[in-house]
């Protein structure tokens, strides 16, 4: 079983994640894509509960005919004393899963945070990283073509204007969202 890992904040997931994860499943060798929520961010950015956060990433999954999953992993390393960087959490899986072969997926935009990553280096030899081009962050050794230009910072925002990102974010999360008075809906 080949899986490719979406790790983020998914604060709150949107269609940029869904084709993101649905590039990597229609051109790359892999059987099914993760969505990884952080269970709490480790450059210590503010995050709705990590059960809404979760529960919004499985409405994400809902129309996929199950390629595409939501993982609690970053919550199980957590539990087990992680500081929730993605070393851990890959370390983790291959412990837990020897069977599979992960990859893991991450923006052109993430390239300038490498440095900051502990052990980057390291995560580079236990899985395969997988760069997709992120509008506005062109670099060299991307795959695909520019992806959706939206962020969740910029749908936090909009919803503090009282606008409705229904363009951005799939209706299920956002109905959700709403019902669960996140991000000040």
Known sequence: MRVALLGGSFNPPHVGHLLAAQYVHATQEVDEVWL???YHHPFGKA????EHRVKMCDLLCLDTSGWLKTSRVEEAVAQSGGAGYTVETLAYLKERYPERSFSLIIGSDILKDVPKWKSFDRIEQMVRVLVLYRA???APGTLGPPLAEVSSTQI???LARGQR????VPRQVLDYAHQSNLYGL
């Open 156 to 158: 936090r925002e909009m």
């Open 136 to 138: 506005g962050y062109p």
């Open 36 to 38: 990884m929520p952080a």
């Open 47 to 50: 995050l709705a509960p990590f």
């Open 165 to 168: 990102p229904s363009e951005l």
